[in-house]
């Protein structure tokens, strides 16, 4: 069974800081590319970050400088590290893994990341 199954959302101040982490598991982890999306109340899904299975990554505009996506091909595991939270980050995160060979799209169940004082 295909798995993908997020956690580390919670409540934050601004300024701070959260890792998300995602446990893959019934995919060939290391042929799939990585990523984390999000989407707040009322926007739509938007790319946060990704990795290649081969290392490369792409990160949006507004997160540059302050979010690291890492990947463990050995634990099929890959974390999102936010630093300098801003509220406007608020949303439900979500991993998503797209196989290299057959584009076979997998998606979890979100995580909520809340930065509010």
């Known amino acids: 069974q295909v798995q993908l199954v997020e956690s580390g959302g919670g409540l934050v101040q601004p300024g701070g800081s959260l890792r998300l982490s995602c446990a893959a598991s019934g995919i060939i982890f290391n042929i799939n590319v990585m990523g984390w999306h999000r989407q707040a109340p009322g926007k739509e899904r938007e790319l946060v970050a990704r990795?290649?299975?081969?290392?490369?990554?792409n990160y949006l505009d507004s997160v540059k400088g302050r979010f690291t996506i890492s990947r463990d091909n050995a634990k099929n595991t890959v974390s999102l590290q936010m630093n300098s939270l801003k509220p406007e980050d608020t949303a439900v995160y979500y991993c998503?893994?797209?196989?290299?060979?057959?584009?076979?799209?997998?998606w979890g169940q979100g995580t909520l990341v809340t930065v509010s004082s």
């Open positions: 998503n893994a797209v196989n290299d060979l057959t584009g076979l799209e997998v």
């Open positions: 990795m290649s299975s081969g290392g490369s990554t």
